[in-house]
């Protein structure tokens, strides 16, 4: 398909994009035909590097061998199931998954998306505790679909929706390069903190629930939360009766460099957590997992949630291999390698280009923050835009964020099975667009 005929195709056939969303203008980019490893291509036989990992699905690499491998299998033996009967792979994923999560996580339920699992999460955990009331992060993002992900979505601006869901409010992001108190960490100790959760007494409506965070707010910047945060979080929960729920669908299964993000925080063991994105390879599959005893005690509540194609047969075995990648091939170990070569180039880079301003992110979680002035912090919103384009001609994507309407964070995400060369050549492309910007 040529670029006239896709067009056309666009114009007249496919639902418009809101110029506003980051969705808009999608008709201008580039249109991929094909993708394997850490490269897309699109219908004109360009090749970029793909550092945004698709849709954060290809994580494990585009067209991972044994991905594709278990699919043909699955598909010639039972490809879509009944989810009012068992089914092999269904099983055997609930076994592989519980045998990897850290104790006492244990049980899981399996859903198509992310926001599913996160909706799946928030009623687990009303139902567990006998609450409402749920906090995020005021720059955290949970979801698309249209009442309860984003409603919690608060770095997506939830004032765009028609109406919001009840019993949900944000909290303040311990974002640290741009303190929300005005504060300097450690000197701080966590003001943040201690002021939203003295708001947040004074908004609940009923008993709270829980939190929902996650370990590295992606979205919102790539904000690593200070050390002792979410310590200190689980234990304002604590005190209130709250579970506490990691949202690892951009963090999990390997991609900070440790199996799960969260593992980064010591002493901190959530009650509920979620997985999405690469969590199938590449196909839609998510997961909320937690303990025996919350799970027994929501279900006692009559809790349940699921979807017409929650088990199907061809997402777990996915699901279940992309497990077995995870593991066997140590794709922590090569997320935790590449965070190192990315984060060395660009420390040097930031010596002489005063246009980076931070440098953020565990793993292939990587955020470069730009700013037009080092000690005020001005967001360089055009020079990204510039820099954006100009890695897109030269064969590099990834997505810009930012906080409260700014687009002046690169997000880097490459597949873990990135190559030190590729990663060279993605770090020099972006060199060059920034000293030219
Ligand atoms: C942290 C986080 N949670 C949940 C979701 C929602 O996942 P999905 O788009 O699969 O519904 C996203 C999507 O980007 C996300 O980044």
Redesign the pocket.
């Known amino acids: 398909m040529d670029r006239t005929e896709a067009r056309q195709i666009a114009k007249h056939w496919m639902f418009p994009t809101a110029k506003s969303s980051y969705m808009g203008g999608l008709e201008e980019r580039p249109i991929l035909a094909q993708s394997r490893g850490s490269t897309v291509t699109d219908t004109d036989g360009k090749a970029y590097l793909d550092f945004q990992s698709g849709?954060?699905g290809a994580a494990l690499g585009h067209q991972h061998p044994r991905i594709i491998n278990v699919i043909q299998q699955t598909m010639q033996s039972l490809l879509h199931a009944s989810k009012a009967m068992l089914n092999v792979p269904r099983l055997r994923l609930h076994e592989t998954l519980g045998k990897i999560l850290p104790h006492p996580l244990q049980k899981s339920l399996f859903l198509v998306?992310?926001?599913?699992a996160?909706e799946a999460a928030i009623d687990l955990a009303r139902k567990a505790t006998g609450g409402l009331d749920i906090l995020g992060l005021h720059t955290g993002?949970?979801?698309?679909?249209s009442y309860l992900?984003r409603s919690l979505s608060f770095a997506w601006n939830r004032n765009k929706h028609a109406i919001v869901a009840p019993a949900t409010s944000a909290i303040l992001s311990p974002h640290c390069y741009r303190c929300p108190v005005g504060s300097t960490f450690p000197q701080c100790e966590l003001q943040c903190l201690t002021t939203s959760m003295e708001l947040a007494d004074a908004n609940f409506t009923s008993q709270p629930a829980a939190f929902i965070g996650?370990p590295i707010l992606?979205?919102g910047g790539v904000i690593v939360p200070p050390p002792g945060y979410y310590k200190a979080l689980r234990q304002e929960c604590d005190k209130r009766g709250m579970l506490l729920i990691f949202?690892e669908?951009?963090t999990g299964l390997g991609k900070t460099g440790k199996l799960f993000g969260f593992q980064h925080e010591v002493g901190v063991m959530p009650d509920i957590i979620?997985i999405?994105?690469h969590f199938g390879g590449g196909l839609?599959i998510?997961a909320v997992c937690t303990t025996d005893a919350i799970a027994e005690r929501a279900v006692n509540q009559g809790y349940f949630a699921t979807r017409s194609h929650a088990a199907d047969p061809l997402l777990c075995a996915a699901g279940e291999e992309s497990i077995h990648i995870v593991v066997e091939e140590d794709m922590a170990g090569k997320a935790a390698r590449i965070e190192r070569r990315i984060h060395s180039a660009l420390e040097s880079m930031a010596k002489e280009l005063e246009l980076i301003g931070d440098i953020r992110g565990r793993g292939v979680l990587v955020g470069i923050e730009f700013v037009t002035d080092r000690d005020k912090k001005t967001p360089a919103n055009a020079a990204v835009q510039q820099i954006a384009q100009t890695c897109l001609d030269n064969g590099l994507i990834f997505q810009l964020r930012g906080t409260q309407g700014d687009l002046n964070v690169i997000r880097l995400v490459p597949p873990m099975t990135t190559t030190e060369a590729e990663v060279d050549r993605a770090v020099s492309i972006l060199y060059d667009a920034i000293k030219a910007a």
Not at 113 to 116: E, F, L, P, Y
């Open positions: 849709q954060m998306s992310g926001s599913d996160i993002l949970h979801g698309s679909t992900t996650e992606s979205a949202d669908s951009q979620t999405s994105k839609p998510s």
